[in-house]
């Protein structure tokens, strides 16, 4: 499976953007997908998880309201959509997919190559 991030960019606080991790290589129909984000000098942590239906997500307590994540199967493409940002959601973000849904890292197998999004104050 290759997972290709994109959508990042630089922008206001207050703004918003959309991040895309677009897959190929295996159906994704029935595996999670997972976004986690690592800023500079920081461990990677979750953002927010995505079930195979698209049914049941989970955020982390510092985006939940603000950001949002959606799939289309049919598209192999999972989003974050996120609003109302913040100079501390700086960071690269990442999406993986695993068999497991889970708010762990540890618990994905593949990760796509991240995308830079930089907020402003």
């Known amino acids: 499976v290759q997972l290709q991030a994109s959508g990042g960019g630089l922008v206001q606080a207050g703004g918003s953007l959309r991040l895309s991790c677009a897959a190929s290589?295996?159906?994704?129909?029935?595996?999670?997908m997972g976004w986690f984000r690592q800023a500079s000098g920081k461990e990677r942590e979750f953002v927010g998880v995505i079930d195979w239906s698209g049914c049941s997500t989970t955020y982390a307590d510092s985006v939940k309201g603000r950001f949002t994540i959606s799939r289309d199967n049919a598209k192999r493409t999972v989003y974050l959509q996120m609003n109302s940002l913040k100079p501390e959601d700086t960071a690269a973000y990442y999406c993986?997919?695993?068999?497991?849904?889970?708010?762990?890292?540890?618990?994905?197998?593949?990760w796509g190559q991240g995308t830079q999004v930089t907020v402003s104050s």
């Open positions: 993986a997919t695993g068999p497991r849904y889970s708010i762990t890292r540890y618990d994905y197998d593949y």
């Open positions: 290589g295996r159906t994704l129909s029935t595996y999670v």
